[in-house]
């Protein structure tokens, strides 16, 4: 589904446009080149490939597909899409064991009490904080926030002018909060992390989970921002 000039929202089980237990999934448009933001759950990759057709995309331009974090449901069709595609897989270092492992941190045995099975895939790069991934005629920005998992990563593109972040499940719309007491949840820096995205003003926002923001996602980070820094009580009715 076309979003924006750049921004393709391909796969998302909250949305019903691909199977249960994937995350929502993106692709970027540079043109002679498309980078895919997450995988999903591994049940996905059928519907993904379909979707970026049906928006009149080619698969075979995913030359990049950036892991936001190691969650199952964010790697799930890694393995899948690199074999179809020849696509680099790219995730923070800190994150690439998890999602080559698929240890403790991927959260994989939650994945197989809902009946999903995939296999691994190598991460073939890593970035860190400030680097920057060209695909095609566009630039993403690396933005290290770590605190959903230890190398949880988002990404800021320039959509024509309009300052877009696609950010995993580090945040989401209307400051609602995900899963925060995983293996490799740290309260402190998802606090932090929270600052920092704010602080870069994005407009649109894309998160792993939920409502797509195609304007205003400062003030919803803000929302968030506030959310996290109050009592515990708030927080944990605030969770969904
Ligand atoms: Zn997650």
Not at 208 to 229: E, I, P, R
Request: with cysteine; glycine share 12%; aromatic share 8%.
């Amino acid at each position: 589904m076309k979003l924006t000039e750049r921004v393709y929202l391909v796969a998302g089980s909250g949305y019903g446009i691909s199977p249960s237990g994937d995350c929502n999934c993106y692709v970027v448009d540079g043109g002679s080149e498309l980078a895919l933001i997450d995988t999903g759950g591994g049940y996905g990759v059928k519907a993904i490939m379909e979707n970026i057709k049906r928006d009149g995309l080619d698969p075979k331009k995913i030359t990049k597909t950036l892991i936001t974090h190691c969650h199952f449901d964010h790697i799930g069709g890694n393995y899948e899409i690199r074999e179809t595609t020849g696509t680099k897989i790219i995730s923070h270092p800190i994150d690439k064991e998890a999602i080559e492992t698929l240890n403790e941190l991927s959260l994989y045995t939650m994945a197989q009490e809902w009946g999903l099975e995939f296999k691994t895939a190598p991460v073939d790069e890593t970035v860190v904080d400030g680097d920057v991934i060209e695909v095609g005629d566009v630039e993403l920005i690396t933005v290290s926030n770590p605190g959903h998992t230890p190398g949880c990563i988002s990404f800021m593109l320039d959509d024509y002018g309009v300052s877009s972040l696609l950010c995993g499940d580090i945040a989401g719309a209307s400051g609602n909060l995900g899963y925060i007491n995983g293996p490799g949840f740290d309260l402190d820096d998802w606090k932090a992390s929270i600052k920092k995205l704010a602080s870069l003003k994005p407009e649109r926002m894309y998160p792993g989970h939920g409502t797509f923001l195609l304007g205003d996602a400062t003030s919803h980070l803000l929302q968030y921002d506030a959310k996290m820094n109050a009592a515990w009580i708030t927080i944990i009715t605030s969770v969904g």
